[in-house]
């Protein structure tokens, strides 16, 4: 029998593709979480610092993310307050968050999660500038 | 006269005294109706002129003018006086009787004679040696001295007299002798002649005549004067005397006016015993003196009067003594101690009460100062005392009767107590006047009732209770202890009753503590759940009403530590609402309202700024 050629694999291959292959994943993961979050570019609030002195932040925008836990109250001219349950840290944060009257079409319900951008106002409340469902 | 004047005032005033110091101190009854009024006030066979003594109701009665006996003081100090005085029967006294005795009895009717006169007034200034004679005997003696002085210038006006007498005869037969002498010899027979030698002859005779008539109309009027100073001496040694003897009977002295009676007999041993000194005063007596002393002219008229009245009060005395003594034996200590009370009214200097042993007055000696210090006691109505003093009274004598006394102490005692029991119901009211009216009326009826000393002590005690809760009430707003005034509020409701202003003070406070309480109470069963954020809330909205109080402090500060994530929440959203952070003070009562969802204070806060923000 002919002997045929002797070829062994290298572990060095072996290792370095693994990693390929991992990295790819990787990347491939992050590429399409970025491109699920719309606000990636907008820094998210640190519910610690809008409880320290929200006054301070104001005219900053945020991104935020969280879940509508109730209503506070409505008004034609300001439109709808509405506590928001976000999670930072290992803890839930409530903050009030504000809809402008022109999102009127918006049908906000208890429970529902959200992802949005918001702005500290002049009065230094959460005014939702864009939101989506998350 | 004046002399006259002083010794028959002297006389009055010591029985004045004696008696009484007006008739207005009549006590007992107070207001005697005319029926009860003495008999022999009424005229009688003596009129009203001489003093009386009513045993029904322990009245004297004189001149119109009343005494009750056992009410005068003076005389009540007398009598108890004369209880404790030893009996009178020394050596000096008995010799003082006997001396008595002997005079009385030379001096008597059937041996009366100058020479057992002159034996008794020689033993008058003796009989005055004894002390309790008040030298009376030598008043007497003064005055036999001035009878007998008077009577020999009377014996000198009629030598006088019988000398003038005389003269008057010789006066008169020289007069007759001149008037014949003149007629002797022949007279002319010529007409002419004849007429001219009797001219003459008439002329010769008057004036022989007249200095014999002139002398003899001087000693007729000499004659005619002596005779009238002759009976003015005598009347007026008479009257001197029987003033004396007015005067003895006046201060009770009756064994000296019989004694002067009968020296009176044998110096005017004419019969004439009607009394002039009456008369005599009568006239000049001021009615100044009338009002002070009586009516003089009121005496009796004769001597034989005055020396019957005076055997009558010794008679009347002795009787006194007598049943005073029978009444002691049967242990009768009222009625033994008012015969003696009057028979020693009546002769205190008589020999009869004089000789009255010591130990038989002393056994009612206690009894009269008990019932004298009874009616002291009724006097100024010290009831309680006066209530004793009967009991005591009651148990010393058979006879004493305490009906009066025990109905005039109940009748006080019942009155007195209706004024207490309105003062204590106007006390209760608040009526201040009532009270004050009621309380004096009570004071006024039983001034000593120890009743009254304790109720208005317990009414001003409240009364001082009543300010020192106000006092309290008002010191404790001001520091606003509040609880205090709290854990106090039945005493400071009681004291705030009568003054609004201050009830609706301690009303608000009241209100106050009760909502911290049902706050502290409220806490207590939410801890009890282990609901320590509910149970800080609880206290934290009680504390914001009554910030200061202790209790809710305290159980403040333990929920705090409880609570302490709860606690941040809130007083972060409050401290942030208050710097107008809105959003990060509505960030924290969400927070606290995640922490506890049943939180006010955090829906509160949610509520009100959300409403702020919300705001056009």
Request: glycine fraction near 6%; charge should be neutral.
């Amino acid at each position: 029998m002919a002997r045929r050629a002797h070829r062994t694999s290298s572990p060095v291959a072996w290792w370095g593709g693994l990693a390929l292959i991992v990295a790819l994943g990787a990347g491939g993961a992050l590429v399409f979480q970025k491109g699920s979050d719309p606000y990636r570019t907008v820094e998210a609030l640190k519910p610690q610092d809008y409880l320290e002195n929200a006054n301070s932040l104001r005219g900053n925008i945020y991104q935020l993310e969280g879940v509508i836990a109730s209503s506070l109250g409505s008004s034609p001219e300001k439109g709808r307050l509405f506590s928001l349950r976000t999670s930072y840290g290992d803890k839930d944060w409530p903050l009030p968050v504000l809809l402008p009257p022109g999102y009127r079409d918006i049908n906000l319900q208890k429970g529902q999660r959200y992802r949005m951008k918001v702005k500290v106002n002049e009065t230094g409340f959460l005014e939702i500038e864009e939101m989506t469902k998350s | 006269m004046i002399r006259r004047y002083f010794l028959l005032g002297m006389g009055l005033t010591t029985l004045s005294l004696g008696w009484s110091q007006s008739p207005d101190a009549v006590s007992s009854p107070p207001a005697a109706p005319p029926a009860s009024s003495p008999p022999a006030a009424q005229k009688g066979f003596l009129g009203s002129d001489l003093p009386a003594f009513d045993p029904g109701s322990e009245v004297m009665t004189w001149d119109g003018k009343v005494w009750n006996i056992q009410d005068q003081r003076v005389f009540r100090a007398r009598f108890e006086k004369y209880l404790n005085a030893e009996e009178e029967t020394g050596a000096d006294a008995k010799k003082y009787r006997s001396q008595f005795k002997e005079m009385l009895d030379l001096l008597s009717p059937a041996k009366m004679s100058k020479e057992n006169f002159r034996k008794a007034w020689a033993i008058l200034p003796q009989a005055s040696a004894y002390e309790p004679d008040a030298d009376l005997c030598n008043a007497l003696d003064d005055a036999i001295f001035g009878v007998l002085l008077a009577q020999q210038e009377v014996t000198k006006i009629d030598d006088q007299n019988r000398s003038l007498a005389k003269r008057k005869d010789t006066l008169e037969w020289n007069s007759r002798f001149a008037a014949d002498s003149s007629l002797l010899g022949p007279a002319p027979k010529n007409p002419v002649a004849a007429e001219q030698w009797n001219r003459e002859q008439n002329l010769k005779r008057d004036m022989k005549m007249q200095p014999l008539l002139a002398e003899l109309g001087e000693v007729n009027a000499s004659i005619a004067g002596n005779r009238v100073k002759k009976e003015a001496l005598r009347l007026q040694a008479k009257i001197e005397f029987q003033v004396l003897i007015a005067q003895l009977f006046l201060q009770r002295r009756f064994e000296h006016v019989l004694l002067a009676n009968r020296f009176y007999r044998a110096l005017f041993g004419d019969g004439d015993n009607q009394l002039r000194a009456a008369d005599d005063y009568t006239a000049n007596q001021s009615s100044k003196n009338k009002e002070s002393f009586g009516d003089l002219g009121k005496l009796p008229k004769t001597l034989g009067q005055l020396d019957a009245m005076a055997n009558e009060a010794i008679r009347d005395v002795r009787e006194g003594v007598e049943s005073f003594s029978f009444l002691l034996d049967k242990g009768e200590l009222k009625s033994a101690a008012e015969r003696l009370s009057e028979a020693f009214a009546i002769g205190e200097y008589l020999p009869e009460i004089r000789l009255l042993p010591r130990v038989k007055k002393r056994e009612v000696l206690e009894f009269t100062r008990k019932s004298n210090q009874l009616l002291s006691a009724l006097e100024v109505k010290d009831y309680e005392r006066a209530s004793g003093l009967v009991r005591e009274l009651e148990a010393t004598g058979k006879d004493f009767d305490s009906a009066k006394p025990m109905a005039a102490i109940e009748t006080a005692r019942t009155v007195s107590a209706l004024h207490l029991a309105k003062a204590r119901a106007a006390a209760t009211s608040g009526d201040r006047n009532t009270l004050e009216a009621e309380l004096r009326s009570a004071t006024e009826i039983w001034p000593r009732n120890p009743a009254l000393a304790e109720v208005s002590g317990a009414i001003f005690t409240q009364a001082d209770v009543q300010q020192q809760a106000l006092n309290d009430f008002e010191r404790l707003h001001a520091q606003k202890n509040y609880r205090q005034i709290f854990e106090d509020k039945v005493r400071f409701i009681a004291a705030t009753a009568l003054t609004p202003e201050k009830q609706e003070k301690l009303k608000m406070v009241l209100d106050q503590v009760q909502l911290a309480e049902s706050a502290l109470l409220r806490a207590a069963e939410l801890a009890k759940r282990g609901d320590a954020a509910g149970a800080w809330e609880s206290v934290e909205r009680g504390f914001s009403d009554y910030p200061d109080d202790p209790k809710l402090n305290q159980a403040r500060a333990e929920f705090t530590t409880q609570a302490a994530e709860f606690v941040r929440s809130i007083r972060t959203a409050q401290e942030m609402e208050r710097k107008q952070q809105l959003g990060s003070s509505l960030a924290w009562y969400l927070r606290a309202q995640q922490d506890y969802p049943l939180s006010e204070i955090a829906k509160d806060g949610i509520a009100r700024i959300s409403s702020r923000i919300l705001a056009p």
